[in-house]
């Protein structure tokens, strides 16, 4: 069961950014987009990690880990929902079917499949998020920053204080980087589903 | 001479409305016994397409020109050329045969100057025109690429409307298709790219009755007005500058009819030259200004030179290849997206 979740997870991750770097007709892919969104994602996780302060305040713990439980529920629903709604092939003679409905068909098909994986990618996100959460309020001290700035003490513990601030900051980082992840893919998932839905009625 | 490319799209009209395909087209619109699959469907419509040059429609009587496919290799220099199927199913590519009629002429010999003959007024002249018609059994849009020349003798007008009879069929389920110019994206492009402007002329013609103010024109006759922005010295506008001079000049008031002002945009002909000097030598394109769309043209001599002899007349196997390489390279992508397009693993 172990392996199997594992495997399931790596197949998510990859074929969530294998999809979304690809056109929905998979004649075009667009690597480089991608890749300067994550780098414009990573700049601002930066940015913000840099310019928190020692400590961060325990409403925004509060706030987060209610926000991603709403999330998890409504993306899973979204999920069962897209597993019979979304795709139904219309052609009902492949070899006779026409190039626009074999195009229609294949989009729809890509869509789905993008749909279906991505929320499924972004909700182990949310669930990585809310551990992340869970862990700074089972243990506060990750919450902020503890310096010893006694001179005694920096000379003593110069080590393990700069242990400590290394290991915050890399706390904040993935937690952040996790967030603004979440809320871009969020946005993209709705607008993309919209645009998708709309399409299918005209 | 200067022979082109002209290129046209094609889309199947119904009298309903509803979308059919050219399959549909055979079973519906030519008539078949059974329900064709779209081989036969295929070769139902080549079989009616070469009937077709027959048909009273292949003689405009407007314009007296015609279009046959003479069936001789004696008169007809390339009847191994004429019009045939392709192995994938949906192109017919060939050379036909073109020309007008209706006018007194002599028949004259340059080299033996007293073998004079007389044509007369119900004899046509025919020239060679290759023609390339792609219509997918599967789809409801198809391309059509003919070589012409000059205006005068070119016959792509009558080959059009010729196309949008054939492809109404009877006429019960199918109108007229839409047959519009089309020039790949990639064309438009690469000259948008690289072409500065030469000149805007808009021009039109207009009758004194219709009421001239001022001093401009004077005495009831019709008269050609033209007017010719040309930009001056090296620095030539790219094609953006040339919208937005567009855009600037096109509401500028030139004159008066019946106290109305006339301007610039109202002219019925607005024409942009343009050059381009990617390769060897200066390209020139005329444009036509449809629906804000520019529409380069792909003169063979600048695209395709290898398709031309020492004289710029068409050498029709290299045209066959340049208009298969065309047609794979630059317009089939565009036009059938369904192609290229594939599930995810």
Redo the contacts between chains.
């Keep these: 069961m172990l392996a199997d979740t594992t495997r399931h997870i790596a197949k998510i991750r990859k074929k969530s950014k294998e999809y979304i770097r690809t056109s929905l007709d998979k004649s075009k892919s667009s690597k480089l987009e991608i890749a300067l969104i994550n780098i414009d994602l990573f700049l601002a996780t930066v940015a913000i990690v840099v310019n928190l302060g020692v400590s961060i305040p325990e409403i925004f713990f509060e706030f987060m880990s209610s926000t991603f439980s709403i999330l998890i529920g409504l993306f899973i629903t979204a999920l069962i929902f897209s597993f019979e709604k979304f795709y139904k092939t219309e052609i009902v003679n492949p070899v006779n079917a026409s190039a626009t409905d074999r195009l229609k068909d294949t989009i729809s098909y890509n869509f789905t499949k993008r749909f279906i994986f991505l929320t499924g990618y972004v909700i182990l996100i949310t669930i990585m998020a809310l551990a992340l959460l869970l862990m700074s309020v089972l243990f506060p001290e990750m919450n902020e920053l503890h310096i010893d700035n006694t001179i005694v003490n920096i000379q003593k513990h110069i080590w393990l204080n700069l242990w400590t601030s290394v290991c915050i900051f890399f706390y904040r980082l993935i937690l952040f980087y996790c967030i603004l992840k979440i809320a871009f893919y969020t946005i993209y998932l709705v607008s993309s589903m919209v645009h998708y839905m709309s399409s299918r009625i005209l | 001479m200067n022979p082109k490319f002209e290129i046209f799209k094609l889309q199947l009209q119904t009298r309903n409305g509803d979308?059919k395909?050219f399959?549909d087209f055979a079973e519906y619109g030519l008539g078949t016994e059974t329900t064709p699959?779209?081989k036969e469907a295929f070769d139902h419509i080549f079989s009616e397409y070469m009937k077709a040059f027959t048909a009273p429609y292949a003689i405009d009587k407007k314009t007296k020109k015609q279009l046959k496919i003479v069936e001789s290799t004696e008169h007809n220099e390339f009847f191994k050329l004429k019009p045939s199927k392709s192995s994938t199913g949906s192109i017919i590519a060939g050379v036909i045969n073109g020309g007008a009629y209706g006018t007194k002429r002599i028949l004259s010999d340059i080299v033996k100057t007293d073998e004079d003959q007389k044509v007369s007024m119900n004899k046509s002249v025919l020239g060679y025109v290759y023609t390339f018609l792609y219509i997918?059994p599967?789809?409801?849009t198809g391309i059509c690429i003919i070589t012409s020349n000059s205006l005068e003798s070119s016959v792509t007008k009558l080959y059009r409307d010729f196309l949008s009879t054939f492809f109404s069929g009877n006429g019960v389920t199918f109108s007229k298709p839409l047959v519009s110019p089309f020039v790949p994206k990639e064309i438009q492009k690469d000259f948008k790219e690289t072409a500065t402007v030469a000149k805007l002329v808009f021009s039109d013609s207009f009758i004194e009755s219709n009421g001239f103010e001022g001093d401009i024109l004077e005495g009831s006759k019709q008269y050609n007005i033209e007017v010719t922005f040309s930009p001056v010295g090296d620095s030539k506008p790219t094609l953006e500058e040339a919208s937005s001079l567009f855009n600037k000049i096109k509401n500028k008031f030139i004159s008066k009819i019946r106290g109305k002002e006339l301007k610039l945009i109202d002219f019925r002909n607005k024409k942009l030259v343009a050059n381009s000097k990617k390769f060897k030598g200066e390209k020139t394109f005329e444009w036509n200004s449809r629906e804000d769309e520019f529409i380069p043209v792909i003169h063979l001599k600048n695209y395709y030179p290898s398709a031309l002899d020492k004289e710029e007349y068409p050498i029709f196997e290299e045209v066959k290849k340049c208009c298969l390489e065309l047609f794979n390279e630059k317009i089939l992508p565009e036009i059938?997206?369904?192609?290229?397009?594939?599930?995810?693993n």
């Design positions: 979308k395909t399959r699959n779209n997918p599967e789809h409801d059938r997206p369904d192609l290229n397009a594939s599930r995810y």
